[in-house]
């Protein structure tokens, strides 16, 4: 079975100031990996995904994620947050194996920025 | 249309009450997806469907819930007899294709329900 980990549960950054998010997963087959944000009152979207090809994905809102087959790891990271950042960000796998999507998600990691 | 619907967005319902939560896909997807979002936590998978075949049902909880997608586009999920653990957000999720295409999965705003 799949589980993932996200290992920050609340990460309280300054703005303008670096941040990462960790993720760890576990599954014995291929994967597929995606990061999705949850603001205040809404639904989960997607931030960026890693299906195949390079490790490094980015985002349209400057947040990259790199895929680490060796660590089982794909950490979010920003090199400069805004105060719009601030949400709810989980990280979740597809087995690649399986005909259709389904998650698995982690807990979940509270981003908060503050001024 | 736009997006993934949900209805109600928030649901209070008293110990034992059945409840039923509408979905409404983007049209034309084929894959519908139900995730359970309980506080704190990471959404965790209920069951899927592929047009009206219900194909994997192994994450709802108990034969208390029950789900369907009679004509393959809005879907209700059911609960019957409410337990207090059934409090939590439902989240409905869509998706185009099938096989390989259903990577991108796309989630409505979620109904919470609250058994009191």
């Known amino acids: 079975a799949q589980s993932v980990t996200q290992l920050d549960s609340q990460v309280p950054v300054f703005e303008e100031a670096p941040v990462e998010l960790r993720c760890n997963y576990s599954s014995s087959v291929s994967v597929y990996l995606f990061w999705y944000v949850q603001y205040p009152n809404q639904g989960l979207q997607l931030l960026l995904k890693?299906?195949?090809?390079?490790?490094l994905v980015e985002s349209i809102n400057g947040f990259e994620a790199e895929f680490n087959k060796s660590q089982t790891s794909f950490h979010l990271r920003k090199p400069s947050v805004h105060i719009s950042d601030t949400a709810e960000y989980f990280c979740?796998?597809?087995?690649?194996?399986?005909?259709?999507?389904?998650?698995?998600f982690g807990q979940g990691t509270i981003l908060t920025v503050h001024p | 249309g736009a997006g993934v619907s949900q209805s109600p967005r928030y649901k209070v319902a008293k110990r034992g009450q059945d409840v039923a939560l509408r979905c409404d896909p983007i049209s034309g997807h084929v894959s519908l997806f139900w995730y359970q979002q309980a506080l704190g936590q990471g959404p965790e998978f209920l069951t899927y469907?592929?047009?009206?075949?219900?194909?994997?049902k192994s994450g709802l909880p108990s034969d208390r819930f029950f789900a369907e997608r009679p004509e393959g586009s809005v879907s209700t999920l059911k609960i019957q007899r409410t337990q207090q653990e059934d409090s939590a957000v439902y989240l409905c999720a869509s998706s185009l294709g099938e096989g390989q295409m259903t990577y991108e999965q796309y989630f409505g705003p979620g109904t919470r329900l609250t058994v009191t």
């Open positions: 469907f592929q047009n009206e075949a219900q194909l994997d």
């Open positions: 890693y299906l195949s090809g390079s490790t």
């Open positions: 979740a796998v597809r087995n690649g194996g399986t005909s259709y999507g389904k998650l698995t």
